[in-house]
């Protein structure tokens, strides 16, 4: 930086070299909001929507891939006859994923984000009208596969749950920290295909997942095999109970996004006008 | 909200329609004739990269109150609390361990912040000298 040729000139400083005839002032709000208030606004009133029917919302996040969809058609099978269960798939492009869980005999809603990565809560407000929510107990939401985006985005739902297969890198939950830091339950799959490869390793992806703070029960399944399932079965019916006792005691439960930090910032109930002395 | 089909290539540019509105609000609120400059915390572990979320406030801004305000992301620090040695330390964003007995039951003190911390707004009557 020199003297010369100007490169000193910041945008913070140029405002220095011109003396405006009339200069307007300056004045700073301190505001402390958070930035996702409307969408965690629009998410208190689809979780509302979704406690007012005692229906227990479960977000599914992964990568492409990994076997999300294969998940829900094994899970839809084996809980059917006991639960009732609606399901809302989030892809970029076709409907493909719903017509998956329509063809095993339960209602599926297809969102089409076009290019937006996730879901966000506006985008499930109008697909929660296409569900008959007092004939529900369960209502999955595959979200948009995709490790970074929808762990930043609560849509209304209860609990998050991370899928992370084998046939990827069992260092995951180190390189996404903010999706994997987000589970309230880390299911590794595609664990039939573990004989076949040699540098998956389950408790290393579990030593990445407890580095990152996080207390969520792992559990390792295959939706091919059935191997492991049913562990993941009475989580969810055991959620599902627990669910239909916390809406009668009127309560809710909020999946873990954006939830420690976020809450030791008390947001400023009225903006303060302060002005800024320049010049 | 309520399009289906909605043209947002990244997700900062859909966090931009919030913090725009949060921002215009503020400016309609204090009578500014234009916003100057817009300073949001962000934590590394809130999702969102300061340097994409600049580009797309520029973008959104256009047209608007805010249009040619500047930007400004004050990047916080990973902090955790232990339960088990109750001894506060700086973190990583994958590795949230204690750095003094390296236990997991830590609890993130900031690091994921995602807040409009401040608007600089220019009134519209001059200043007087």
Same mark, same amino acid.
């Given at each position: 930086?020199?003297?010369?040729?100007?490169?000193?000139?910041?945008?913070?400083?140029?405002?220095?070299?011109?003396?405006?005839?009339?200069q307007?002032?300056?004045?700073?709000?301190?505001?402390?909001?958070?930035?996702?208030?409307h969408?965690?606004?629009?998410?208190?009133?689809?979780?509302?929507?979704?406690?007012?029917?005692?229906?227990?919302?479960?977000?599914?996040?992964?990568?492409?891939?990994?076997?999300?969809?294969?998940?829900?058609e094994?899970?839809?099978?084996?809980?059917?006859?006991?639960l009732?269960?609606?399901?809302?798939?989030?892809?970029?492009?076709t409907?493909?994923?719903?017509?998956?869980?329509?063809?095993?005999?339960?209602?599926?809603h297809?969102?089409?984000?076009?290019?937006?990565?996730?879901?966000?809560?506006?985008?499930?407000?109008?697909?929660?009208?296409?569900?008959?929510?007092?004939?529900?107990?369960?209502?999955?939401?595959?979200?948009?596969?995709?490790?970074?985006?929808?762990?930043?985005?609560?849509l209304?739902?209860?609990?998050?749950?991370?899928?992370?297969?084998?046939?990827?890198?069992?260092?995951?939950?180190?390189?996404?920290?903010?999706?994997?830091?987000?589970?309230?339950?880390?299911?590794?799959?595609?664990?039939?295909?573990?004989?076949?490869?040699?540098d998956?390793?389950?408790?290393r992806?579990?030593?990445?997942?407890?580095?990152?703070?996080?207390?969520?029960?792992?559990?390792?399944?295959?939706?091919r095999?059935?191997?492991?399932?049913?562990?993941?079965?009475?989580?969810?019916?055991?959620?599902?109970?627990?669910?239909?006792?916390?809406?009668?005691?009127?309560?809710?439960?909020?999946?873990?996004?954006?939830?420690?930090g976020?809450?030791?910032?008390?947001?400023?109930?009225?903006?303060?006008?302060?002005?800024?002395?320049?010049? | 909200?309520?399009?289906l089909?909605?043209?947002?290539?990244?997700?900062?540019?859909?966090?931009?329609?919030?913090?725009?509105?949060?921002?215009?609000?503020?400016?309609?609120a204090?009578?500014?004739?234009k916003?100057v400059?817009?300073?949001?915390?962000?934590?590394?572990?809130?999702?969102?990269?300061?340097?994409? +979320?600049?580009?797309?406030?520029?973008?959104?801004?256009?047209?608007? #109150?805010a249009? @040619?305000? %500047? *930007?400004?992301? &004050?990047?916080?620090?990973?902090?955790?609390?232990?339960?088990?040695?109750?001894?506060?330390?700086?973190?990583?964003?994958?590795? +949230?361990?204690?750095r003094?007995?390296?236990?997991f039951?830590?609890? #993130?003190?900031? @690091?994921? %912040? *995602?807040?409009? &911390?401040?608007?600089?707004?220019?009134?519209?009557?001059?200043?007087?000298?």
């Amino acid at each position: 930086m020199c003297n010369t040729c100007g490169c000193n000139v910041t945008s913070g400083n140029r405002h220095l070299l011109f003396t405006a005839p009339a200069q307007k002032p300056v004045s700073a709000v301190t505001v402390l909001s958070n930035l996702l208030k409307h969408n965690d606004a629009h998410a208190e009133q689809n979780r509302a929507r979704l406690d007012a029917q005692g229906v227990l919302a479960i977000n599914l996040m992964s990568s492409p891939g990994s076997g999300k969809t294969a998940l829900l058609e094994a899970t839809i099978q084996r809980l059917k006859d006991s639960l009732n269960i609606g399901v809302i798939e989030g892809d970029l492009e076709t409907e493909n994923d719903a017509d998956r869980i329509r063809a095993q005999g339960v209602p599926a809603h297809q969102i089409t984000t076009g290019t937006a990565c996730h879901l966000d809560a506006h985008l499930l407000g109008p697909a929660l009208d296409h569900f008959d929510l007092s004939k529900l107990d369960l209502l999955f939401i595959e979200n948009v596969g995709n490790l970074v985006c929808p762990a930043s985005f609560d849509l209304g739902h209860h609990r998050n749950v991370t899928l992370l297969s084998v046939t990827e890198g069992d260092d995951k939950p180190a390189k996404y920290p903010v999706m994997f830091r987000a589970a309230d339950l880390m299911l590794i799959t595609k664990i039939d295909l573990l004989p076949h490869l040699d540098d998956f390793s389950p408790e290393r992806a579990e030593l990445c997942q407890r580095k990152l703070a996080s207390s969520a029960p792992v559990f390792n399944l295959s939706s091919r095999s059935g191997q492991g399932m049913e562990a993941w079965l009475e989580w969810l019916q055991h959620e599902v109970a627990e669910h239909k006792q916390r809406v009668k005691n009127g309560q809710t439960l909020r999946p873990r996004v954006q939830q420690d930090g976020q809450s030791l910032h008390d947001p400023a109930s009225q903006p303060r006008f302060r002005p800024v002395v320049r010049v | 909200m309520s399009g289906l089909h909605r043209t947002q290539p990244v997700h900062e540019l859909s966090l931009c329609q919030d913090l725009l509105e949060q921002v215009i609000a503020i400016a309609r609120a204090h009578q500014a004739e234009k916003v100057v400059r817009v300073i949001v915390n962000i934590g590394p572990l809130a999702g969102v990269e300061p340097l994409l +979320l600049e580009s797309a406030f520029s973008v959104s801004c256009e047209g608007t #109150l805010a249009e @040619g305000a %500047e *930007l400004v992301t &004050a990047l916080q620090a990973i902090r955790v609390y232990c339960d088990v040695c109750g001894l506060e330390s700086e973190a990583t964003a994958s590795d +949230l361990s204690c750095r003094h007995c390296g236990d997991f039951a830590t609890r #993130l003190l900031s @690091g994921d %912040e *995602l807040i409009l &911390a401040r608007v600089e707004l220019e009134s519209v009557e001059e200043v007087r000298h």
